[in-house]
C-alpha cells in the first residue's frame, strides 16, 4: 500500500472521529496499524520461518512480513514466542497483531483462527533414523519412541490417527522445537518425530541420517493466522496483499530463494562436506574470512564456492587445467596477480578478487541476492555467456535480473536454435546452473555451523 492510500485512510478515520466519537468507540486493527505506524507480528524459529544470520533477520516468514508492512508503510515489530503454545497464547491475548509462524490450517485450528491465502503446502512425514528398521505405517511403530512438539499440527494429526490406532502412543515436548526434534533422530536419541516436507527439506542436510518413512496427511495449507473476530480490516488487507505478491510473482521469488537450490538429497555428498568442515575448513578459515572481508563478501559463501570448486584442496587439479582452491585458469590467475595457483593464500585471494569484479561488472539494477548468484555463474561459465543467457531471458518474456528466471533459460546456451544467435556462441548453461545451486545449498549449510563466527570452536581454533 503507497503512503498516500495510508494518508486517506488516516483522514478518513480522525475525519469520522470528529464527526461521531463513542465514549467506547474503538479503533478497528487496521487504523490501529496505521495510526500507530507499528504492525507487531508473532512468530517463531525455524529453518522455513524466522532465524538470524549475521546481516540480520531472515526467513520465509521474515520476508512476507517484512514486506507486508512496507505494503503497510508502517514499522514492523516481531515478536519470538519459545514455542508454538506461546506463538498462540500471545495471539489470542492481543498481543501481536497476528501469526507468522509456519502455521499449518487445520480444522481443530479453524475453530479460533481465520487462516489468510496460503503461500505454501505441506505434507506431514514422519521420519526415523537410517541403519534402524523402516516402519511403514502407523502399526510398525511399536514399543520406538514418538516426540512431537506441543500444541502442534503433528500432535494434532496423531490424535486423530489414534481413532483408527488405539495403541498409537507419543510424547508431547514443550522444550524442544522441530530442528531439535531431528537432532535427536539423528542421534538416536528418539526413535522417531514428525517434520513438515518443507522444514524436513531445509534441515535434511544438517541431519544427513534421517530418513523419510511415509506420510502421514495430505498436503495441507500453510498461512497467517488472525484471531476469529467481528473485526476483519486488517485481515482483507492481507488477502489483497496475497492476491498482488501471487499474480506480480514476487512470492515465487521469496519461496526460490529459500528453496530452490534444494534438489535431491545426496547422503554422500551431505556426509563427505562435513567431515570436510572438520578436518579441512580449519586450515583455510583464517584466508577466506580475510579475502572475504577485503572484498566485502561473506566468508561462508567464498568458502563454498571453493568447495565446490576443489573440495577445499589446494592441489586440484582439473582436465581442462584449472587448478588450486578456487580453480582458477592461467588467465584469470595471471589478470589477479596470482603467480602460483596451487599456493592456498593467493588462491583464495586471486578467486574472491575475481568474484569481486564479476559482481562489480554487472548491471546495477540486479539486487541481491541474485546478484551474488550471477556472479557465480559467471565465474563458471563467463561473463560473456552469462550476458548471453540474460538477452536469452529477456527475448523470451523473463525478468534478466532475477536468478529464478535467468536459470531456466541458461540451458539454452547448448541449444544450436538459441546460441547461434549470441555473441559468444555455445556454452554449458545447465553446468553453470548445478555450480550455483550446489554452492548455495553448501552456502547453508555453512551458515548453520557458523552462525556465531566469534564464539564457534572451529573458527576460533583456526584464527
Known amino acids: 500500500m503507497v503512503p498516500v492510500v495510508k494518508a486517506l485512510l488516516l483522514y478518513s478515520t480522525l475525519l469520522a472521529g470528529v464527526l461521531y466519537v463513542p465514549p467506547s468507540a474503538q479503533l478497528t486493527q487496521l487504523q490501529d496499524v496505521l495510526q ?22 531472515s526467513g520465509p516468514e521474515f520476508d512476507l512480513v517484512s514486506m507486508f508492512a512496507e505494503w503497510l508503510d508502517v514499522e514492523l515489530t516481531v515478536t519470538v514466542a519459545d514455542d508454538l503454545e506461546q506463538v498462540f497464547s500471545l495471539l489470542m491475548r492481543g498481543r501481536a497483531h497476528f501469526a507468522a509462524a509456519g502455521l499449518t490450517q487445520t480444522a481443530e485450528r479453524q475453530k479460533r483462527l481465520r487462516f489468510a491465502p496460503p503461500y505454501q503446502h505441506v505434507v506431514q512425514q514422519l521420519v526415523y533414523r537410517q541403519g ?38 507419543w510424547e508431547e515436548s514443550q522444550i524442544l522445537d522441530g530442528g531439535e526434534l531431528l537432532r535427536k533422530v539423528e542421534t538416536g536419541e528418539i526413535n522417531y518425530t514428525v517434520a513438515d516436507s518443507n522444514e524436513l527439506r531445509l534441515s535434511r542436510r544438517f541431519y544427513p541420517h534421517v530418513r523419510v518413512a511415509f506420510e502421514l496427511s495430505e ?28 499474480n506480480n510473482g514476487i512470492l515465487e521469488q521469496i519461496l526460490e530463494r529459500y528453496y530452490g537450490h534444494l534438489g535431491d538429497f545426496d547422503y554422500v555428498e551431505t556426509t563427505t562436506l562435513m567431515r570436510h568442515i572438520e578436518e579441512r575448513l580449519p586450515n583455510y ?11 566485502g563478501i561473506d566468508w561462508r559463501l567464498l568458502a ?16 581442462t587445467g584449472v587448478r588450486g582452491i578456487m580453480m582458477l585458469t592461467r588467465i584469470t590467475a595471471k589478470q589477479m596477480g596470482v603467480k602460483r595457483r596451487t599456493d592456498p593464500e593467493q588462491s583464495i585471494h586471486g578467486g574472491a578478487r575475481y568474484l569481486h569484479q564479476l559482481k562489480n561488472r554487472l548491471p546495477p539494477e540486479i539486487g541481491k541476492p541474485d546478484r551474488d548468484w550471477m556472479a557465480l555463474a559467471a565465474y563458471n ?9 540474460r538477452e536469452i531471458t529477456r527475448r523470451s518474456g523473463g525478468n534478466p535480473n532475477l536468478w529464478m528466471d535467468l536459470k ?4 539454452l546456451l547448448r541449444d544450436k536454435r538459441w546460441y547461434q544467435s549470441t555473441n559468444y556462441g555455445f556454452a554449458r548453461g545447465d553446468e553453470a546452473v548445478r555450480y550455483v545451486e550446489n554452492i548455495r545449498s553448501y552456502y547453508q549449510i555453512l551458515l548453520r555451523e557458523f552462525d556465531h563466527p566469534d564464539t564457534d570452536r572451529r573458527t576460533l581454533q583456526s584464527g
Open 36 to 57: 500507530n505506524n507499528r504492525l507487531t507480528v508473532v512468530t517463531r524459529k525455524s529453518p522455513s520461518t524466522y532465524y538470524e544470520e549475521l546481516a540480520g533477520p
Open 132 to 169: 534402524s528398521v523402516r516402519p511403514r505405517s502407523i502399526g510398525d511403530l511399536g514399543e520406538g519412541r514418538l516426540v512431537v512438539m506441543a500444541g502442534s499440527s503433528h500432535a494434532e494429526r496423531l490424535r486423530e490417527l489414534r481413532q483408527q490406532y488405539p495403541k498409537l502412543d
Open 219 to 246: 498436503a495441507q495449507p500453510i498461512g497467517w493466522a488472525f484471531p476469529i473476530g467481528g473485526d476483519d480490516t486488517l485481515y482483507r488487507q492481507a488477502v489483497n496483499f496475497f492476491v498482488e505478491i501471487h
Open 285 to 295: 578459515i583464517g584466508l577466506f574470512r580475510e579475502a572475504a572481508g577485503r572484498h
Open 304 to 319: 563454498a564456492m571453493a568447495y565446490q570448486e576443489s573440495h577445499w584442496d589446494p592441489e586440484a587439479v582439473s582436465p
Open 381 to 389: 561459465i563467463g561473463y560473456g555467456h552469462l550476458m548471453d543467457a
Open 408 to 411: 531456466r533459460k541458461l540451458p
